[in-house]
């Protein structure tokens, strides 16, 4: 995930490259904090049906669903590294690379209607706050002192 090796990147003092589209544009993605995705994916269990069969035999429609999970509010990747920055309280160094042809989509936006529908799926937690709430799990879990950060 980006924000981790972001992070990562930003404490040891090296440089994060960052991509943009054709024109400059800056890439967008639907970053979606843990808890909420735990929170779909207990959603998803409590209102599957029941196993059919056993042993290989069937015995009626399969009951597993595929459900498209996220936070529905596209962030520009700037916007998150800057972000980062007043959490960690380190300024990034950046490098800004033109993605590649043949590489990652501009956009990404995650289409939860039918979490929605099916088990009223509906995320919480924005990016300021999953950010705060990561950037304090990662210097505790790795062992940073805030004087070491700031």
């Given amino acids: 995930m980006a924000y981790f090796s972001f992070t990562r990147n930003i404490l040891q ?19 979606t904090y843990i808890d909420d995705i735990v929170k779909g994916c207990l959603g998803s269990l409590d209102t599957s049906g029941r196993s059919t069969g056993s042993g290989g035999k069937k015995r009626g429609p399969a009951p597993y669903r595929n459900f498209n ?16 920055e007043k959490h960690l309280r380190v300024k990034a160094k950046r ?33 300021q706050t999953g950010l ?6 990662y210097l ?9 950060v700031w």
């Fill in 13 to 31: 003092g090296k440089t994060i490259t960052i991509y943009r589209g054709k024109n400059k544009a800056d890439l967008a993605r639907d970053f």
């Fill in 132 to 137: 705060k709430k990561f950037v304090r799990w």
């Fill in 140 to 148: 505790s879990y790795y062992g940073y002192n805030r004087k070491d």
């Fill in 69 to 84: 999970l996220g936070n529905t509010t596209p962030v520009k990747v700037p916007t998150l590294v800057n972000i980062l």
């Fill in 95 to 127: 490098k800004i690379v033109e993605m590649p042809g043949n590489g990652d989509v501009p956009y990404t936006h995650a289409n939860i209607s039918l979490a929605r529908r099916e088990f009223g799926y509906k995320p919480t937690t924005d990016l």
